[in-house]
Nanobody, 115 residues
Framework: QVQLVESGGGLVQPGGSLRLSCAAS????????MGWYRQAPGKERELVAR???????TYADSVKGRFAISRDNAKNTVYLQMNSLKPEDTAVYYC?????????WGQGTQVIVSS
């Protein structure tokens, strides 16, 4: 049984930065394309960044140039560096596989961007 644990969220002012982490236990995610998703209040969950096992990355237009996804397969961990944060980035952030049947979602980590 895979457990996903996201961390690193918090309250930050516009223009600030945060680094999110997602650790997967119970399975090895090497070989899977991994992604960071977010869900804002009243909106559907959306994929904002993904990373292939070889390191190729893809970003949603809304975060391109501001967010950077990375992974450490040895640690079963995926990261999301978020810079130049905007109020519209406020959401709960989750990680999970992309293009494969999803593992059970973790509880996510809340990011609030507000002055």
């Amino acid at each position: 049984q895979v457990q996903l644990v996201e961390s690193g969220g918090g309250l930050v002012q516009p223009g600030g930065s945060l680094r999110l982490s997602c650790a997967a236990s119970g399975s090895i995610f090497r070989g899977y394309i991994m992604g960071w998703y977010r869900q804002a209040p009243g909106k559907e969950r959306e994929l904002v960044a993904r990373i292939a096992n070889g390191g190729m990355t893809t970003y949603a237009d809304s975060v391109k140039g501001r967010f950077a996804i990375s992974r450490d397969n040895a640690k079963n961990t995926v990261y999301l560096q978020m810079n130049s944060l905007k109020p519209e980035d406020t959401a709960v952030y989750y990680c999970n596989k992309v293009f494969s049947s999803k593992w059970t979602w973790g509880q996510g980590t809340q990011v609030i961007v507000s002055s």
